[in-house]
């Protein structure tokens, strides 16, 4: 977590001091040192995962040095901050949006589809960027094969011509294209566990809590200095605990049979 954090708080950004260029150099250094100390001593200790994979994949000479450091980083590391500001973010939204978290409240088990459409509205990656292998033709422009194209992935979530009123909430939204786990052959390798987690996270505060809200308010909001991550920098929670699950015992007529307990 504090690789992930010293060297994401870079991405994207041109005007960090001697002091953040140090941090992040100094974590990746220790990050390199702990790939190739386990690499080289995993036959002494197994850990089994996506990590022995890799490590055996670089002892038969299908990685290089350079490859098993990268995709360690990417397992490791990519999928820690964008977890985190994606539950930040949208717990965020939750909190200050009261009519959403009623109608949540009244029935948890439309908890993944409020997870899904607030993370629409806030997923965690601004912007990633692609090399064209091919040239692609976008309305009345063709991007040449070759080409490192920006892709504004919040922007895109947020697109009149495919969505209806894109910038609010929505309840009949499901089933909607969204592109805050990416799509297609990229689509990010982690989607059902951070929807499982959103899902449960939703889910498990409306069975327990009876009101939530959230400061920052949305007017003041700060985010983290960067291009690709789109993050608050602080994010409290303030609930009221429920009588218990059912408010007092009370049968809820929308309530899932099943709750997440």
Avoid at 51 to 65: H, N
Avoid at 164 to 181: I, K, Q, V
Avoid at 187 to 204: H, K, P, V
């Amino acid at each position: 977590g504090g690789w992930a954090r010293a060297m994401y708080a870079r991405l994207g950004r041109y005007d960090e001091s001697e002091t953040e260029l140090a941090r992040a150099d100094d974590a990746y250094r220790s990050f390199e040192a702990y790939v190739r100390h386990r690499a080289r001593t995993g036959a002494q200790t197994v850990f089994g995962g996506i990590g022995e994979a890799l490590i055996g994949y670089w002892r038969r000479r299908d990685l290089d040095d350079a490859q098993l450091l990268s995709y360690f980083a990417l397992f490791l590391l990519t999928g820690l901050d964008t977890l985190t500001h994606a539950i930040g973010n949208t717990l965020w939204y939750l909190g200050n949006d009261p009519g959403v978290y009623a109608t949540l409240r009244a029935a948890p088990w439309r908890a993944s589809y409020a997870f899904d459409e607030t993370l629409r509205l806030w997923g965690p990656v601004r912007t990633c960027v692609r090399n064209l292998e091919n040239e692609v033709a976008i309305t009345d422009t063709v991007l040449p094969e070759g080409a490192t194209v920006f892709l504004l992935v919040h922007a895109a979530n947020r697109d009149r011509r495919r969505i209806r009123d894109p910038n609010h909430f929505r309840w009949d939204r499901r089933g909607a294209a969204f592109l805050s786990f990416g799509a297609g052959p990229h689509g990010c390798m982690g989607t059902a566990l951070g929807r499982m987690i959103g899902t449960l996270l939703f889910s498990t505060i409306a069975h327990h809590c009876a009101s939530l809200s959230a400061t920052p308010g949305g007017d003041d909001a700060e985010l983290i200095p960067s291009l690709p991550i789109l993050g608050l920098t602080s994010v409290k929670l303030f609930a009221t605990a429920a009588v218990d699950e059912r408010e007092g015992g009370a049968e809820n007529e929308l309530a899932d049979p099943s709750p997440v307990r």
